[in-house]
């Protein structure tokens, strides 16, 4: 027997329409947003481009980490190396994302405070 599709398209789109300014929080969220807000900014930088700059100092973190793991592999265990190169890729790609999302909110910020 099919399995049913757990939810109609129609109520879907429904219930995303109510609250939209609600953004991507939902009827379904069940923390308490105001603790999840206050926790995130102690965590987040003073602005966006230190946010940034903190998440690329974590990625960079994970590169130096998947790298040395991979030398340490080395031909020993071909399957796991290949899941970690795939894994170091991701992470250099994120990390390139971020460097060039600093880079471009360094140049507006700069241009804002020219003009």
Known sequence: MDKPFLSDIKELRRRARTHIEEGAVTEGYRADRGTILRLLNQL????LIEMIT????AERIAIDSYAEMIRYVGEDDPTTRRM???????????????????E??????????RG
């Not at 970690?84 to 600093?102: F, Q, S």
């Not at 909110?105 to 804002?112: I, P, Q, S, T, V």
């Open 44 to 47: 987040e930088g003073k602005g």
């Open 54 to 57: 903190e998440d690329l100092v």
């Open 84 to 102: 970690l190169e795939g894994i170091l890729a991701n992470e250099e790609e994120h990390a390139e994302d971020l460097r060039t999302l600093v």
């Open 104 to 113: 471009a909110l360094g140049k507006d910020e700069r241009r804002a405070s």
